[in-house]
């Protein structure tokens, strides 16, 4: 079984439509992350949280919001999801410090499009 | 603020010649610096990284990035690619100071062709 799995793989969905992507994990990380990519941008962190009483924004948080409802499971949500939130989203996990300082651990990916 | 630049968007190579994948970061204090690699339908995986000590770091799959404090620079280079290295590559950079929040260059295609 995969160490940081999200659901769904993919989802087709309307303009306008509620829309949650979820993420959990069995590596017992404190810290996790929601990126986007999109073609020729690269990654861009969208929301993280180092433990379950802290969510902090990324760079690109506006039109999403996350729920950390466990130290094992991270959500995103679309609140009324627009076409240009169309791109593959990553769930991604890390350790504190030591010896794993940045080195993320990634789930397969979740494909939206928003239609 | 942290960024980081990759200079080079596709690059095309035939089997077993040498491949340089170029990155330049910014930053105004002490960073970390890694190279992650993106296989088709799959997640990123970690090449390898820089913390501190040796400035050329070697990684998985017989990868290596030198790090240059002075040129902000942090190449990934291997001598002899195959095939199975066609991937998307990229460069990321995180502050001491933020932990372990990183910022991800644009990303490489690497194609490696017969």
């Known amino acids: 079984d995969a160490d940081v799995t999200q659901t769904p793989r993919n989802r087709i969905t309307k303009t306008g439509k509620r829309i949650m992507l979820e993420c959990s994990q069995t590596?017992?990380?404190?810290?996790m992350y929601w990126y986007r990519q999109d073609p020729g941008l690269g990654l861009r962190l969208i929301y993280y949280s180092f433990d379950v009483k802290d969510i902090n924004k990324g760079e690109i948080s506006d039109g999403y919001s996350v729920s950390r409802q466990a130290q094992a499971k991270f959500s995103l949500s679309l609140e009324s999801a627009i076409p240009n939130q169309t791109a593959l989203y990553f769930c991604?996990?890390?350790?504190?410090?030591?010896?794993?300082?940045?080195?993320?651990?990634f789930g397969e990916g979740s494909r939206l499009t928003v239609l | 603020a942290q960024s980081v630049t990759q200079l080079d968007s596709q690059v095309p190579v035939f089997e077993e010649a040498p491949v340089e994948l170029r990155c330049n970061y910014s930053?105004?204090?002490?960073?970390?610096l890694f190279w992650y690699v993106q296989y088709p339908n799959q997640g990123l995986q970690l090449l390898l990284k820089?913390?501190?000590?040796?400035?050329l770091v070697k990684g998985i799959n017989g990868f290596e990035a030198e790090f240059n404090k002075s040129q902000t620079s942090f190449h990934l280079r291997k001598p002899s690619v195959h095939i199975s290295d066609t991937a998307e590559y990229f460069c990321a950079v995180s502050e001491e100071t933020s932990g372990s929040r990183l910022t991800f260059g644009e990303g490489t295609q690497l194609t490696v062709n017969p």
């Open positions: 820089y913390l501190s000590g040796s400035t």
């Open positions: 991604a996990t890390g350790a504190k410090t030591g010896l794993r300082t940045g080195e993320l651990f």
């Open positions: 590596k017992g990380h404190d810290r």
């Open positions: 930053s105004s204090v002490s960073v970390y």
